[in-house]
């Protein structure tokens, strides 16, 4: 089992190194997100009236299942860096895990140097609002307020706090995205969120924000392994049902 694990693993990154070496010549179509979009327009009107952009990446820790939404979330922040690094006020992080924002702020520092805009750089703006999902909650009304955060993005591992991080967000009038992995999370924040990810929208972060091409690559090998799965389940049915007749 181990074997075709690794197998499948082997042929899954190539894959994606030979989607990633074409994708220059053959690029990426994607159905569009209008979520994404509306993120690039409201963070440059952010930067134009020197207010702030706030992501979330939830109340997860970084050693769990429930840390795969904040990963991708750090995709998220890296690109919303690079967009608000000529503002007055660079983006500002959070998160409910100390370990999270120790790569928070790690992202953002790499970010920055990366752009020759070290200057841009605050330890600061990597936080730890809270070590429970209640006492995360109970602080972030009080940033979004000080901090004159204008858009506010949701990117991690949510319970049901995650509506009141967005209502929190909209009663300061804020532009807001949001993501998560759990299912009874995602219902409710796509009845509060003015723009919510459904599902796997959140993991596909990279690829419609133009952060690297492997993540566009990935996209790619994901759609060709499902497009595999379903016609191995189609085939295997009418071959079932063939068998069943004869």
Known sequence: MNFVGMVVLALFIGGIIVYATIGRRWPAVFRPIPGYDDLGVAIERAVEAGERVHVSLGTG????????????????????????????????????????????????????????????????????????????????????????????????????????????????????????????????????AEDPLIGEELFAAGAYLDQHPIHRAGLRIQDLVRMIIIGAILAGTILRTIGAFS
């Open 61 to 192: 820790s970084v050693i769990g299942s429930d840390c795969a939404p904040a990963l991708a979330g750090l995709v998220m922040v890296s690109k919303i860096a690079e967009m608000t690094s000529a503002s007055d006020r660079p983006v500002v992080v959070t998160a409910g895990d100390a370990a999270m924002a120790l790569l928070a702020q790690d992202t953002l520092r790499s970010t920055y140097n990366r752009i020759n805009a070290s200057e841009a750089y605050s330890p600061d703006a990597g936080r730890m609002l809270g070590p429970t999902p209640f006492s995360y909650i109970a602080n972030l009304p009080v940033l979004l307020d000080t901090e004159k955060v204008s858009v506010n993005v949701l990117a991690g591992s949510f319970g049901y706090e995650g509506a009141l991080a967005v209502d929190f967000g909209n009663r300061q009038r804020t532009f807001s995205l949001a993501g998560t992995d759990d299912v009874q999370s995602q219902a409710l924040i796509y009845a509060t």
